[in-house]
Structures are given as structure tokens and as C-alpha cells.
């Protein structure tokens, strides 16, 4: 990059100027990945200090069978496929009473686009769960899925989120964003909830109180710039809702290996390359200087590997998800050998060991409880470090 626009790039985000669509295109051309570590940083640490959000949560899946067939997609499950299957209600409240120690503060649960299933069984599941689990936060369902609900019940999506939140939702989840372009949506998403109906959806949660997070799927066929314009379209509802709590890059993956039944439903990956652990630390950076008014920027470590995860600290990055038991959507694709379980304790080390201090939040980023600061580094240096994988 040229050393003038490089400078102007700098003092832009020294003043805390807002950056452009170009500014942008301009930060994911440069190959400087230590400056652009440097200025995220500054970001991160003007807004978050030291500190390393997470939270305790799972992760339930209550049905895989899903209409839809989107190109990157290795969870989905035609009806009568052998791996198919969907929870009964009493099903998935066992399934998350098995979760209940360790002090669970959250469930994340997104589900397939089911062809059959009647839309009540969508609250029913909340308040059985709400019952059995009063004191966790039930952070569900993509915008994706909340059009289909209204696809299957006639209802529109303010009916719909009413008596969601009547049944105990905390949040939507902040999936089924993808990349909003159309020119690449097109070509990876195989449902109709588009840039239009996610924002819409999304717009009206926050009207009515919620605050979600918000996603991008990157690193599959699309270009940095349809990166940026993602974040920019995420910037613009913010400014106008102010309801997102975090912004969540999440890594597409190949699907290394064959499922169960041996069909490997990913379409794109002959197309593509994943995203280099350098790209997915560019991405986090850029996104963190782009998004001037969210407050998180989130590493789902699941899709990044724990040494990524660790150095995405300093790219930009103040929350790491999550303590989480099952994971399937990706882990269906993964063969990294990253593991699927964390635990507390686990997490405040790893946190701990990058050098920042962990603060356990709850769905809302509220705070639940800090935790003591790192040892300075020359205390460090007496005692063997932990190697992550
Ligand atoms: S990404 Fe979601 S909507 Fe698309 S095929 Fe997979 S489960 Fe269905």
C-alpha cells in the first residue's frame, strides 16, 4: 500500500474517524498483517481495555431436516435420509437438563428448515425449556428460520417474535447472514431470506427489545469487498437500531470428510480455498475498524482453532464463544482435530495465557463476573507455557 494513504488510514483511526467503503477495500489490500493487528488493536482495546468476553453456554440442534439445500451446508438432512432426525420436546429438554451443571447460562440453538413441523412447536420447545431451565438464557433461531415460522403459519414476524418472547426468547441468533451480496448469495444460499427480510427481522427484534448478534460467513468464493460491503450494510442498521450486541465472522469449511451415510453435500468446495488463519485474522481485523458502533467482535473458536482464536485477541477481537458441549453444523465439516469441548476453566486459561483478562458476561454482555488479570510476562516466563492446539 501506498505510504500516504497508509498514514491517512492511521490517522483516521487514531482520531476515530469513520472509515469508507474504500477505506476498507484499501485495509483488506494491504499484506502488512502487523500494522493492521496494530490499529485493530487500538480499536479493541479503546473500547474493551483487556478484557476477553465468553460465556457458558451450548449448543442444541433440535432438528436437522431442513428444506433448504445451501452450498456450503454439510448439516442438512432430507426427510427419511438415515442420519435425519428431530426432537420430541420432552427430547430436547432431557437433552438440555444433561447440560445443566457447570453453571449453563445459555442455549444457542438454530435448527434446519423443517418441511413438516408445525410452527407451535417452536414456542412449546422455549417454554418447556424455560421451565426446566429457568435461569438460562434461550438465544435462538436465525433470522432465516424466523421467516420460515412465518412462511408455515401464516403469521407475520411480529406475531411471531411476540409470542416467541412470550415463550422465553432471549435473543435471535445471528446466523443465516452469510454474505449479503446478492452477486455470491445467490450462488451459496438456497432460501429466500435475503439482505431484505434478515434486516427486516432483525430491526423489528430490536424494536421490540432484543439484542442480537450479527454474522458473516467468509473465506468460501466471496472477494474482500463484498466483505466490506457486508459490514457496511451491518453498520448502517446499527446506527439506525443501535440492538447488535457483537459482530461474529465465521470461517466457511470444506467438508473434509464423508458424513455417516457418505454424501458430501458441501457444493462450493471444489470452487474454493478456505481462508488462511493470516486472512481470517485480516478479516477480524478489518472488521473491527469498520464496525465503529459494535461494541464486540466475537472469535467462535470452534471454526478458527484454538491458537487463531488466542491471536485474534490482538487482531480486533474482545469475545471468545463459548463453552460449548456439541457443535454440529461445523463440526460435521471440521477434521482440524479442534476439540469440541471447552470448559470454564479451560477458557479463562486460554485467555489468560494470550495475556488479557476474562470476563464472564451473560446473552445481553452484561457482566456475571470478572476474573483476575494474566501474570505479568516476566512471571510468565518463570513457569512452562501451555501449548494449544
Ligand atoms: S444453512 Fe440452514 S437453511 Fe441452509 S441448508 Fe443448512 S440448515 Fe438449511
Request: net charge negative.
Amino acid at each position: 500500500m501506498d505510504a500516504g494513504l497508509k498514514r491517512e488510514l492511521e490517522e483516521k483511526v487514531y482520531v476515530g474517524e469513520r472509515l469508507t467503503r474504500a477505506d476498507g477495500e484499501a485495509l483488506y489490500a494491504s499484506d502488512d498483517l502487523a500494522w493492521l493487528g496494530r490499529l485493530a488493536h487500538h480499536r479493541r482495546t479503546e473500547k474493551n481495555g483487556d478484557r476477553v468476553m465468553f460465556n457458558v453456554n451450548r449448543h442444541l440442534n433440535l432438528t436437522n431436516v431442513c428444506t433448504a439445500s445451501c452450498a456450503y451446508c454439510s448439516f442438512q438432512r432430507k426427510p427419511g435420509e438415515k442420519a435425519a432426525y428431530t426432537m420430541r420436546v420432552k427430547q430436547a429438554v432431557e437433552k438440555a437438563l444433561e447440560m445443566k451443571d457447570e453453571q449453563l447460562t445459555e442455549l444457542h440453538i438454530v435448527n434446519g428448515l423443517h418441511p413438516t413441523l408445525p410452527w407451535k412447536y417452536y414456542p412449546r420447545v422455549l417454554r418447556a425449556l424455560k421451565e426446566a431451565l429457568p435461569d438460562v438464557s434461550l438465544k435462538c433461531f436465525t433470522a432465516t428460520e424466523v421467516q420460515w415460522f412465518e412462511k408455515i403459519s401464516g403469521l407475520p414476524a411480529d406475531e411471531i417474535l411476540d409470542e416467541l418472547i412470550d415463550a422465553g426468547l432471549a435473543s435471535l441468533t445471528g446466523g443465516g447472514a452469510e454474505i449479503f451480496d446478492w452477486e455470491i448469495r445467490q450462488q451459496i444460499v438456497d432460501h429466500d431470506c435475503h439482505w431484505e427480510d434478515w434486516s427486516r427481522i432483525h430491526r423489528l427484534a430490536h424494536e421490540k427489545g432484543l439484542r442480537t448478534p450479527a454474522t458473516m460467513l467468509y473465506g468460501h468464493i466471496e472477494e474482500p469487498r463484498h466483505r466490506v460491503d457486508h459490514v457496511m450494510r451491518l453498520r448502517e442498521l446499527q446506527d439506525e437500531t443501535g440492538g447488535f450486541v457483537v459482530f461474529i465472522p465465521l470461517r466457511y469449511q470444506h467438508d473434509f470428510h464423508d458424513s455417516a451415510d457418505g454424501i458430501v453435500r458441501n457444493r462450493i468446495q471444489a470452487k474454493t480455498t478456505m481462508a488462511s488463519p493470516a486472512e481470517s485474522l485480516k478479516t477480524f481485523a478489518v472488521s473491527r475498524l469498520m464496525l465503529d458502533n459494535f461494541d464486540h467482535v466475537k472469535c467462535f473458536w470452534v471454526m478458527h482453532g484454538l491458537s487463531v482464536a488466542q491471536l485474534s485477541l490482538n487482531f480486533g477481537v474482545d469475545d471468545l464463544d463459548g463453552s460449548v458441549v456439541e457443535y454440529k453444523i461445523t463440526h460435521d465439516a471440521d477434521s482440524y482435530g479442534t476439540p469440541d469441548t471447552m470448559h470454564r476453566e479451560d477458557l479463562l486459561t486460554l485467555i489468560q495465557d494470550a495475556g488479557f483478562r476474562p470476563v464472564e458476561r451473560n446473552t445481553r454482555y452484561e457482566v456475571v463476573r470478572e476474573f483476575d488479570a494474566p501474570m505479568s510476562l516476566a512471571d510468565r516466563r518463570r513457569e512452562p507455557q501451555q501449548v494449544w492446539a
